[in-house]
């Protein structure tokens, strides 16, 4: 249900003024001669009215986003921005890990600002709207005569512009500002923060453009937003810094570093390397700008090494849940199968940069396993990262957390939720995520339409030079069922493309009461003429599964995980009797499991998995953890049989902060166990 406050926008703009033509509103918008098989339809053409989603955009909208803007005053962010704007006073920032002050404060206001411009475009809000000016203005004041804007190097570091691209952060922050431009132009035809950007992009291209200093910044970011640059205001010249910064990587242009040249990729170009490494945002974020390069010079080689890593990526280096990064030390990605569940680093920005790419690589391919990898890691490695209360994140996403809180720790690896972090790079990436998912959730393309993400919702297309309108209903990730309605048509045939996920052991469509197809994970095509009124039921088989891990994953051999359609499971000990723990927990190998829709008490309405479990007697006091198999018993002293619930990981931390698990040991019990 959509509260007043958050009325899809009829058009007339936030101020109530006609509307003007502005691009399609949408963070990743491929030039009509770009390499690409599919198109987005913006957030003018793709709505999400109800359901799962929308609740959690609305808790975005109405309580994340405003307590951010009080966190980022809160935390110095905009403080900072008036030092430079002229203001008394000194730097605020924490130590990051070289005990260096932070220098990418301004990226945390960008994010915010980026996110309220999807919201705006969406549902008009003057309380928004009044929130955000004054930081734009505040934006504007601190950029320098010259377009420099950059409040650590202004306030704190004045005169040292430009002297640490390894740690600087630079360009970074500087990306960052540019998408924030790009929601407000598209989003609201508001080009203060574009002029902004565009005036800092030829400050830095000055210092280090085509035939300028050989620089790149440590932290990629700025190359895919400087193509987003190019498509939005048409300039060559910053596609062709994106091109030459990408080309420069992987020279070892950047100094020594204390984890290697792999942290920051410039260890091998991006056309060569041939697996995801080092720090696992930086490493995402670099891929999402190398494919925006290939999409717009139709380089083929480039998007095929992209794809080559996102290979192995996900053949090796990725969790069930979709989170990347298993180490703490330098926030990166570990060995092939090194994937340890209560160590795993698994940072929310790490996941929303995964569906970054794996975006870019959908509309570039067309292939449905990269929609697949989106569902899979926005329900299960971005969604946790906001509590249901709205104000209250994870940095970390391990998939256990131990009952004793022994591996509580500070910082972002904290295993308890936390209002904001010393370096917040997770909250305000979470706020401009879920303010522009719905784009994620459809494509138009020469043939038709095509369907990614299940929602109910409504899509306006254009199609044969006519606009095709379709709404669609569901209960998804609880049901299978989705109903979707031809509203407007037009006259010529076209494609409706339906994808079945990866999870889906088989899908059937009807048209009203005939059956026109069936399926297992892929995609459906249906070409016909289709009118008005049409009414399509795609039906998906969903029920409780068990899963195995690859045994070469050894930290979770020997455990099961539950999932039903796209989510993954925990047990917590919030659902175990009084002082039981997960961590004394054992369950059959191939348990017979239930399901229950029901409604809990701050959780609202989810489906349970259902399954026996043995809570085994562990002995008291300390002991040897290990046993003798020639001399000892096979199994461990007896324990208690109990039927255990398991929640959607998207929804744990939200109760006592106690233990949880996703991998559950399993054992092969002997009949007289
Ligand atoms: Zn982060």
């Not at 570093?257 to 091998?268: F, I, K, L």
């Not at 920005?349 to 890691?377: P, Q, Y």
């Not at 784009?439 to 138009?444: F, G, M, Q, S």
């Amino acid at each position: 249900m959509m509260s007043s406050a958050l009325r899809p926008d009829d058009g007339t703009g936030p101020s109530g003024t006609a509307a003007v033509s502005r691009e399609t509103a949408s963070p990743v918008l491929p030039t009509p001669n770009a390499s690409v098989r599919l198109r987005p339809l913006g957030l003018s053409g793709s709505r999400i009215e109800g359901g799962l989603w929308a609740d959690r955009r609305r808790t975005n909208h109405e309580v994340t986003i405003p307590f951010g803007a009080e966190q980022l005053e809160a935390a110095g962010n905009l403080l900072n921005l008036k030092l430079a704007a002229g203001a008394g006073g000194t730097y605020r920032g924490a130590n990051d890990d070289t005990g260096n002050t932070a220098p990418f404060l301004d990226s945390d206001v960008y994010k915010w600002l980026e996110a309220v411009g999807w919201e705006l475009a969406q549902f008009p809000d003057q309380r928004l709207l009044a929130l955000a000016e004054p930081i734009i203005e505040l934006v504007a004041e601190a950029q320098r005569a010259d377009g420099y804007v950059d409040s650590y190097y202004q306030a704190a570091l004045p005169g040292m512009e430009f002297t640490n691209p390894e740690w600087g952060h630079e360009l970074y922050v500087a990306g960052h500002l540019i998408q924030a431009a790009v929601a407000w132009r598209r989003g609201l035809g508001d080009d203060r923060l574009m002029s902004i950007a565009e005036r800092f992009v030829r400050r830095i291209e000055a210092e280090l453009g085509p035939g300028k200093r050989e620089l790149i910044c440590g932290h990629p970011e700025f190359e895919m937003a400087l193509v987003e640059l190019y498509r939005s205001t048409g300039e060559a010249r910053y596609l062709e810094l994106a091109r030459t910064l990408v080309e420069r990587r992987g020279h070892g242009i950047l100094g020594p570093c204390r984890y290697g040249a792999r942290y920051w990729q410039d260890y091998e170009p991006v056309r060569t390397a041939l697996e995801p490494a080092g720090h696992a945002v930086r490493q995402i974020y670099l891929e999402c700008g190398v494919v925006d390069v290939a999409v717009e010079t139709g380089d083929h080689e480039l998007l095929e090494a992209v794809v080559r890593r996102w290979e192995s990526m996900t053949s090796s280096r990725t969790y069930i849940t979709g989170s990347l990064g298993s180490r703490h030390q330098d926030e990166a990605f570990g060995d092939a199968f090194e994937l340890p569940p209560d160590r795993a680093y698994a940072e929310t920005c790490a996941a929303i940069g995964s569906v970054m790419l794996s975006w870019r690589l959908l509309l570039a391919t067309g292939e449905v396993r990269f929609a697949d990898l989106i569902e899979r890691t926005a329900y299960n490695a971005v969604l946790p990262g906001l509590a249901f209360d709205g104000t209250h994140f994870f940095y970390s996403n391990p998939l256990m957390r131990r009952s004793a809180g022994a591996e509580v720790l500070e910082g972002p690896a904290t295993t308890r939720r936390a209002n904001w972090f010393p370096i917040a790079c997770c909250p305000p990436n979470l706020m401009r995520f879920l303010a522009s998912f719905p784009d994620l959730a459809a494509t138009v393309s020469e043939r038709g339409l095509e369907i990614h993400q299940y929602v109910t919702g409504s899509l306006d297309a254009p199609i044969n030079g006519g606009v095709v309108r379709i709404s669609t209903e569901t209960n998804y990730p609880w049901e299978g069922v989705v109903h979707v309605t031809v509203d407007e048509s037009v006259a010529e045939a076209w494609t409706l493309s339906l994808r079945v996920p990866e999870w889906c052991p088989r899908a059937t469509v009807s048209l009203g009461t005939e059956r026109l197809a069936e399926s297992g994970p892929g995609t459906i095509e249906l070409t016909r003429g289709w009118t008005a009124g049409d009414q399509i039921t795609l039906e998906m088989v969903m029920s409780p599964r068990a899963t195995a891990p690859d045994p070469r994953i050894d930290a979770v051999r020997g455990t099961i995980a539950l999932e039903r359609g796209p989510l993954v499971y925990a047990v917590e000990d919030a659902d175990l009797p009084d002082g039981k723990s997960v961590e004394s927990m054992e369950v059959a190998q191939a348990p017979i499991l239930g399901d229950t829709f029901q409604s809990e008490p701050g959780l609202g309405e989810l489906t349970w998995i259902s399954l026996d479990a043995t809570l085994r007697n562990d002995e008291p006091g300390p002991i040897w953890p290990y046993r003798n198999l020639q001399t000892g018993r096979a199994s461990l002293a007896g324990g208690q049989r109990i039927r255990v619930r398991a929640l959607p990981y998207f929804a744990w931390g939200n109760r006592a902060a106690l233990g949880m698990r996703i991998w559950l040991p399993a054992i092969a019990r002997k009949s007289d166990d």
